[in-house]
């Protein structure tokens, strides 16, 4: 264990197999934790607070944002999330290995407030036609969304030289393989 902890923060386009990567890495490695954001929206199912989210009501968000709470934080869909410092400061003083699922803003942030406690790695896929194949295979989404969600790959992509490492996803097993490789570089695993 190190003497502090370490944050992974992953960024990716939508379709690029990040969270398949992070479930595998989650899975050979249990004892690495996964960020707890806050949010303002409601719990949903069995979710407990604490656990997936720290739920927050618009009013605490709105108030933790003056207080300069946040490292990063951000509205979507009209519920606000966010990354609380006192949530990163004590998982590092904790000793805690810290995997953060975060957009391109939020990853800079991470990096800006942590610099030396960081290793930032940006999953990406081949092309953007594999991308556009791949979120059609989902089926989950509109001809509309999936439109916007590529114009925001790219976007993402082109910020992706301020990652320190970049991990294509073309096959998921040679993904894997080179995101152990950073890992191990980074003295995170064996």
């Known amino acids: 264990m190190p003497s502090r902890g370490k944050l992974i923060v992953f960024s990716a386009p939508s379709g690029s197999g990040k969270t398949t990567l992070i479930n595998m890495l ?35 968000f709105a108030e933790k944002v003056r207080n300069g709470e946040f490292v990063e934080h951000k509205t979507v869909y009209g519920n606000s999330y966010g990354t609380l410092k006192k949530y990163v400061d004590d998982s590092l003083y904790g000793e805690k290995y810290v995997i953060f699922d975060v957009d391109v803003q939020g990853g800079l942030a991470i ?38 969600r590529l114009n925001f790959a790219k976007i993402e992509m082109a910020k992706m030289k301020e990652y320190s490492y970049n991990i294509v996803n073309d096959r998921l097993d040679e993904a894997y393989a080179q995101l152990r490789n950073v890992l191990r570089k980074e003295g995170i695993i064996n």
């Not at 249990?30 to 656990?51: I, L, M, N, Q, Y």
């Open 111 to 148: 990096k800006e407030a942590y610099p030396e406690d960081v290793v930032m790695i940006f999953i990406y896929p081949p092309s953007l036609e594999v991308l556009k194949d791949r979120l059609e295979l989902r089926g989950t989404d509109s001809e509309e969304i999936i439109k916007n």
């Open 26 to 60: 989650r899975q050979e490695y249990p004892s690495f934790e996964f960020s707890v954001s806050a949010t303002t929206r409601a719990p949903r199912g069995k979710e407990t607070d604490g656990v997936e989210y720290f739920f927050l009501t618009r009013e605490e």
